[in-house]
């Protein structure tokens, strides 16, 4: 289930992934054609006699530096150990949760469970209470006007201050000392069945994702072939697992598929934990917007990617290896699984 992937790196520090793909020779070839680029772009540029590095720079700018390289993912025991590493350097050093304390509350979830959809119906409740004008749409800019990222300013200072993230919690997140040292704010987490997580992150990216649906399924534990994947929701889990588990009263866990019972009782959950008390009507309101119905009339026609993608839908399907090689993956790595028994016994914090 090997996967191969392009990534590029500038001189100044910056990376991106330029693809990823289900063969070497398919993956040679874009370095080819990279190569092509760079000589149309009239770069000067050197091929390793492997095809596996190309450098390019800019004669008349010297600080300009291009490096692409294609590396290859990791399977079997290999990748287990290389997860256990990425894990310890990743988790002990990235701390920007510690740096962004100052909230009434932070949304934290799973990529592609459902976070667009949970801050579409949190901001237009929170629009409704306090008399503010919601986001105009739910899959651009604006839809982080009253909860955005971290860094972002707060476009109504007299509504509660809520932000939201994808990142995973670090270990010193659960430190007592830690915790008495910098007072943290509440933490709302959002979590998903991996299963439908899978195939709705291959669906979205799959044009960017050469590879079939089985070899995406085996992921990398590098963290370096796709933007999301097995591996990466493992760590999310595990990490915020082990924070729930010990702080059980300042986390707070929400499953997509509860939402998709009643929307307007996860949403009072999440206020709840927050100490905000909306008004039902405004529940209500946020409730009624997060209908797949209702949310197609806020769509940006100028934003071609189909956010309201219909659960199931789409050719990704686990065949009964992928089942198998996803079971074996969890088995080995997952701590935590939220209560989605994925095991014969429930295993680490069930929510």
């Not at 089985?214 to 697992?241: E, M």
Request: net charge positive; proline share 5%.
């Amino acid at each position: 289930m090997t996967a191969y992937y392009i990534r590029k790196k500038t001189s100044t520090g910056s990376t991106q992934l330029i693809g990823t793909y289900g063969n070497a020779d398919a993956a040679r070839a874009e370095m080819l054609q990279l190569r092509y680029q760079a000589a149309d772009n009239e770069l000067s540029h050197t091929l390793s006699p492997c095809g596996r590095r190309l450098v390019c720079a800019n004669d008349d700018t010297s600080s300009l530096r291009i490096t692409y390289e294609l590396r290859e993912t990791l399977t079997g025991e290999g990748a287990d150990r290389a997860f256990r590493r990425f894990c310890l350097n990743r988790d002990s050093f990235a701390l920007a949760m510690l740096k962004y304390r100052n909230f009434d509350g932070f949304f934290v979830s799973g990529q592609n469970s459902g976070t667009q959809w949970v801050k579409w119906m949190m901001s237009h409740a929170l629009a409704h209470h306090y008399n503010v004008t919601p986001p105009r749409y739910f899959d651009n800019k604006s839809s982080n006007d009253i909860i955005g990222h971290p860094r972002h300013p707060q476009l109504y200072p007299q509504i509660p201050h809520i932000v939201s993230t994808h990142s995973v919690a670090p270990y010193v997140l659960g430190s007592k000392l830690v915790r008495k040292l910098f007072p943290l704010p509440h933490y709302a987490l959002l979590v998903r069945d991996i299963r439908p997580f899978l195939i709705s992150h291959y669906e979205k990216w799959r044009f960017k994702y050469k590879v079939s649906f089985s070899q995406y399924i085996a992921g990398d534990p590098q963290a370096n072939a796709y933007y999301g994947d097995v591996w990466w929701y493992i760590r999310f889990l595990n990490r915020w697992g082990d924070v729930a588990s010990r702080y059980p009263a300042e986390t707070f866990v929400t499953r997509y598929e509860d939402v998709q019972k009643n929307r307007a009782q996860a949403l009072r959950g999440i206020f709840s934990h927050f100490g905000i008390a909306l008004s039902d009507e405004a529940l209500q309101a946020g409730a009624h917007i997060g209908a797949k119905d209702v949310m197609a009339a806020y769509k940006d026609p100028t934003v071609i990617e189909d956010s309201l993608r219909p659960d199931g839908r789409g050719d990704a399907a686990f065949t009964a290896a992928d089942e198998a090689l996803l079971d074996g993956i969890l088995d080995r790595h997952l701590k935590h699984d939220f209560g989605y028994r994925y095991f014969s016994q429930p295993r680490g914090f069930q929510g």
